[in-house]
């Protein structure tokens, strides 16, 4: 597919310009042309020229919510974890082929190659990586079992169980502006894994990316109906059509996530709301961290990465640079010198560009006032002006463009680090501010003044100094990155947010969890405790339960002498939770445990000298190996020959439980627990039970063993 180039115009001339659609209820929506009117234009950041207009005039959102709620809950229910994230991993493939086309609209929004790279590319990680973990940590089923059961009788007749279950309406998600692609599917991704349908809203500055990037999603045949839909322009008011069933994602200014907490549907109407808000994000120098080492250049290079990526204009960007304060001074001149021998701004179409303009001429404008209230604040510039920034054109030229949002990097000093301004301003923009501190404490103290954020850096190769710092800041960011010799090259950096940990942080930065695994995937779930019989729990969860009933093969099954099959010998379309085959004892001699200890070298005393294992509190006197028991389990439960069960791939929750002397007699039991289809492939993942019990029934060992199961 080939995404259609939107026709440019000017502020006086918008009737070539395109109405931005919007995709409601299965369709493309555009409001009517009357809507050009009041609807808002949409600027090239570089070049000031009209893209397109954005409005939601007549657009009816409760029919969009009550859609997703019936076609998108219906069409992603029919659907389990694996099949969803398998459609996540094409999403992702059949973006990447086209990604060239979502780059090319992204040059419009002022983003350079490599912003689109982290906005583009970033976005089509995370639904790749969330194609792996729905696959690889969760079941091939539609509920998450939380923990482990909890016996609640002594006859264990009655137990309890968390689980997880998707809420029945809609994940509606607000983005901000900076980045159209990746914020739209950091929300989507784990809500579409949950089976909980999307309506996203993006800021209208960078809206028409964000509708190029979901044009392509739908094109791709790979959505459910109704799963994701796309309101462009504003939808004031949207938490009246929202309850108890829906998730809302806000990603913006604190003072908007104020006015959302504060609506009725939040307080008293249960609907769930996680925000992401305004971050003064810090990275701190460690006081072994002085000029000259690799923390201290790794430490600069991160500062002006992060002033740079996008103009500045990333949630995660570097705030506050607190420094010890003997090396302030060292700290701005190396500042100053890598922007200047590595920053060139202009339009991002033009060779040699490395940061584009701010989104909008607007956004420029917010950010200078910022930087006047930093200075009215105390604060002093140490790099850069508040001038006009000489720019790199399109053509190459070099030269003032007025109609573009450009602005250059700005380091100001602050030299009472205690300044309010610098702890609760936040410049949006290619700007951070460099205080001192006396020490650690100091540091950490300084750090903490954000009053809550998204991530924070430590540049140390200190151990003690590192653990000071993070123990003293953790419970005041979300995350923390450790930048050191060893991962300055490998690490993903300060402002980048990875699917796999959570991003959000406390207090300021708005309390919210986004990412983080599989714990995205739960936010948009309700966690339930069921209580029941075995088989209850068993027939909820997909799991089988110690006391449910089951479907025992007897130990002559082995040998062929049962009429009963043993599991073994079932494909994976037969096998059923509770399948089970009960060995025959065998007994435990002391030559056994002799042989065992002389074949593998394993001779710890209590296997090998009687009077040390009897003084030992734990054991009788000399005990058999915990291996040499579990590999006679095997021997006990295992069927020989070929047959549906492909492999032994590990054991996991093994525990020893009863020491086994010379003269017991062991037997195992082993139950089909869970049963794991792969989508993909010609095979599944199957759990089993085992117990291990010596002759008086006393569990010996408990394990799960888990084997590959062909399908047929």
Same mark, same amino acid.
């Given at each position: 597919m080939t995404i259609e180039t939107p026709t440019r115009g000017t502020a006086a001339s918008t009737t070539e310009v395109r109405l931005l659609p919007s995709f409601v209820r299965g369709a493309w929506w555009s409001p009517e042309p009357a809507a050009r009117a @009041?609807?808002?234009? !949409?600027?090239?950041?570089?070049?000031?020229?009209?893209?397109?207009?954005?409005?939601?005039?007549?657009?009816?959102?409760?029919?969009?919510?009550?859609?997703?709620?019936?076609?998108?809950? &219906?069409?992603?229910? $029919?659907?389990?974890?694996?099949?969803?994230?398998? !459609?996540? %991993?094409?999403?992702?493939?059949?973006?990447?082929?086209? &990604?060239?086309?979502?780059?090319?609209?992204?040059?419009?929004?002022?983003?350079? %190659?490599?912003?689109?790279?982290?906005?583009?590319?970033?976005?089509?990680?995370?639904?790749?990586?969330?194609?792996? &973990?729905?696959?690889?940590?969760?079941?091939?089923?539609?509920?998450?079992? *939380?923990? =482990?059961?909890?016996?609640?009788?002594? *006859?264990?007749?009655?137990?309890?169980?968390?689980?997880?279950?998707?809420?029945?309406?809609? =994940?509606?998600?607000?983005?901000?502006?900076?980045?159209? !692609?990746?914020?739209?599917?950091? %929300?989507?991704?784990?809500?579409?894994?949950?089976?909980?349908?999307?309506?996203?809203?993006?800021?209208? #500055?960078?809206?028409?990316?964000?509708?190029?990037? !979901?044009?392509?999603?739908?094109?791709?045949?790979?959505?459910?109906?109704? @799963?994701?839909?796309?309101?462009?322009?504003?939808?004031?008011?949207f938490l009246d059509h929202l309850d108890l069933r829906d998730r809302v994602g806000f990603t913006g200014s604190a003072s908007t996530a104020r006015s959302l907490f504060e609506h009725a549907n939040v307080i008293s109407g249960g609907v769930g709301l996680t925000a992401e808000? *305004? @971050?003064?994000?810090?990275?701190?120098?460690?006081?072994?961290?002085? #000029?000259?080492?690799?923390?201290? *250049? $790794?430490?600069? $290079?991160?500062?002006?990465?992060?002033?740079?990526? &996008? $103009?500045g204009q990333k949630c995660t960007c570097i705030r506050r640079v607190i420094v010890p304060r003997g090396r302030v001074d060292d700290v701005i001149d190396a500042v100053a010198a890598r922007i200047t021998a590595r920053t060139v701004v202009g339009d991002p179409r033009a060779e040699g560009v490395t940061m584009g303009p701010l989104a909008s001429l607007e956004q420029r404008d917010e950010v200078w006032r910022s930087v006047e209230a930093l200075l009215a604040g105390g604060g002093r510039i140490a790099f850069g002006s508040l001038e006009t920034a000489q720019t790199v054109r399109s053509d190459g030229s070099v030269g003032v463009i007025p109609e573009g949002a450009f602005m250059a990097p700005i380091v100001l000093r602050f030299d009472d680090s205690d300044a309010p301004a610098v702890h609760t301003i936040e410049a949006f923009g290619p700007v951070c501010s460099v205080i001192g501190y006396d020490d650690i404490d100091d540091a950490v103290r300084l750090a903490n003044l954000g009053g809550g954020s998204l991530v924070a850096t430590i540049a140390s190769i200190d151990p003690v100094a590192v653990a000071t710092l993070f123990g003293g800041i953790a419970p005041f960011h979300g995350r923390v990155l450790v930048l050191d010799r060893d991962d300055a090259r490998t690490s993903t950096g300060h402002g980048s947010p990875v699917p796999h940990l959570v991003h959000g942080g406390p207090g300021r930065a708005g309390g919210g969890e986004e990412l983080g695994g599989i714990r995205a995937v739960k936010h948009f779930m309700q966690r339930t405790a069921v209580q029941g019989t075995p088989a209850v729990l068993t027939a909820l969860t997909g799991e089988w339960r110690a006391g449910a009933p089951t479907i025992q093969a007897g130990a002559g099954a082995i040998t062929g002498a049962s009429a009963a099959e043993h599991p073994f010998r079932k494909p994976l379309s037969r096998l059923r939770l509770g399948d089970a085959v009960a060995s025959a004892p065998r007994e435990i001699t002391l030559d056994d445990i002799s042989h065992f200890a002389e074949f593998t070298g394993d001779t710890f005393y209590a296997h090998t000298n009687e009077e040390a294992a009897a003084a030992n509190p734990f054991f009788p006197g000399r005990v058999a190996h915990g291996y040499l028991l579990l590999s006679w389990a095997a021997g006990l439960f295992v069927d020989p020959e070929p047959g549906p069960v492909l492999a032994n791939y590990g054991l996991e929750n093994l525990r020893f439980v009863t020491p086994v002397s010379p003269g017991d007699s062991v037997h195992v039991t082993l139950t089909v627990e869970q049963i794991t289809p792969r989508e993909n492939e010609e095979y599944g993942e199957v759990r089993w039970d085992a117990v291990l019990r010596n002759q008086r029934d006393e569990p010996v060992a408990t394990y799960d063993v888990l084997t590959l199961v062909s399908k047929e």
């Amino acid at each position: 597919m080939t995404i259609e180039t939107p026709t440019r115009g000017t502020a006086a001339s918008t009737t070539e310009v395109r109405l931005l659609p919007s995709f409601v209820r299965g369709a493309w929506w555009s409001p009517e042309p009357a809507a050009r009117a @009041s609807a808002t234009p !949409v600027r090239d950041a570089s070049t000031g020229e009209v893209i397109s207009l954005v409005s939601s005039d007549g657009l009816d959102v409760q029919a969009a919510v009550d859609y997703a709620r019936t076609v998108g809950q &219906k069409s992603l229910g $029919a659907l389990t974890f694996h099949q969803r994230a398998l !459609v996540l %991993k094409a999403l992702g493939a059949y973006l990447t082929e086209h &990604k060239a086309e979502l780059y090319a609209v992204s040059t419009q929004t002022g983003a350079t %190659k490599r912003d689109s790279g982290v906005d583009v590319d970033g976005g089509i990680g995370v639904l790749f990586t969330y194609g792996s &973990k729905g696959r690889r940590e969760l079941p091939n089923s539609t509920i998450i079992v *939380d923990g =482990a059961p909890e016996n609640l009788a002594r *006859d264990n007749s009655f137990g309890g169980q968390h689980v997880y279950t998707r809420v029945p309406g809609v =994940a509606f998600q607000v983005n901000a502006f900076n980045f159209p !692609v990746w914020g739209m599917l950091e %929300k989507f991704a784990p809500a579409f894994l949950a089976g909980v349908p999307s309506i996203a809203k993006p800021a209208t #500055p960078t809206a028409y990316l964000t509708e190029a990037c !979901v044009r392509l999603m739908v094109s791709s045949g790979l959505l459910t109906s109704g @799963s994701l839909q796309l309101i462009s322009g504003s939808v004031r008011g949207f938490l009246d059509h929202l309850d108890l069933r829906d998730r809302v994602g806000f990603t913006g200014s604190a003072s908007t996530a104020r006015s959302l907490f504060e609506h009725a549907n939040v307080i008293s109407g249960g609907v769930g709301l996680t925000a992401e808000t *305004d @971050s003064l994000n810090a990275a701190i120098l460690g006081p072994d961290a002085a #000029p000259g080492t690799p923390e201290f *250049d $790794a430490f600069v $290079a991160s500062v002006v990465t992060e002033i740079t990526s &996008k $103009a500045g204009q990333k949630c995660t960007c570097i705030r506050r640079v607190i420094v010890p304060r003997g090396r302030v001074d060292d700290v701005i001149d190396a500042v100053a010198a890598r922007i200047t021998a590595r920053t060139v701004v202009g339009d991002p179409r033009a060779e040699g560009v490395t940061m584009g303009p701010l989104a909008s001429l607007e956004q420029r404008d917010e950010v200078w006032r910022s930087v006047e209230a930093l200075l009215a604040g105390g604060g002093r510039i140490a790099f850069g002006s508040l001038e006009t920034a000489q720019t790199v054109r399109s053509d190459g030229s070099v030269g003032v463009i007025p109609e573009g949002a450009f602005m250059a990097p700005i380091v100001l000093r602050f030299d009472d680090s205690d300044a309010p301004a610098v702890h609760t301003i936040e410049a949006f923009g290619p700007v951070c501010s460099v205080i001192g501190y006396d020490d650690i404490d100091d540091a950490v103290r300084l750090a903490n003044l954000g009053g809550g954020s998204l991530v924070a850096t430590i540049a140390s190769i200190d151990p003690v100094a590192v653990a000071t710092l993070f123990g003293g800041i953790a419970p005041f960011h979300g995350r923390v990155l450790v930048l050191d010799r060893d991962d300055a090259r490998t690490s993903t950096g300060h402002g980048s947010p990875v699917p796999h940990l959570v991003h959000g942080g406390p207090g300021r930065a708005g309390g919210g969890e986004e990412l983080g695994g599989i714990r995205a995937v739960k936010h948009f779930m309700q966690r339930t405790a069921v209580q029941g019989t075995p088989a209850v729990l068993t027939a909820l969860t997909g799991e089988w339960r110690a006391g449910a009933p089951t479907i025992q093969a007897g130990a002559g099954a082995i040998t062929g002498a049962s009429a009963a099959e043993h599991p073994f010998r079932k494909p994976l379309s037969r096998l059923r939770l509770g399948d089970a085959v009960a060995s025959a004892p065998r007994e435990i001699t002391l030559d056994d445990i002799s042989h065992f200890a002389e074949f593998t070298g394993d001779t710890f005393y209590a296997h090998t000298n009687e009077e040390a294992a009897a003084a030992n509190p734990f054991f009788p006197g000399r005990v058999a190996h915990g291996y040499l028991l579990l590999s006679w389990a095997a021997g006990l439960f295992v069927d020989p020959e070929p047959g549906p069960v492909l492999a032994n791939y590990g054991l996991e929750n093994l525990r020893f439980v009863t020491p086994v002397s010379p003269g017991d007699s062991v037997h195992v039991t082993l139950t089909v627990e869970q049963i794991t289809p792969r989508e993909n492939e010609e095979y599944g993942e199957v759990r089993w039970d085992a117990v291990l019990r010596n002759q008086r029934d006393e569990p010996v060992a408990t394990y799960d063993v888990l084997t590959l199961v062909s399908k047929e």
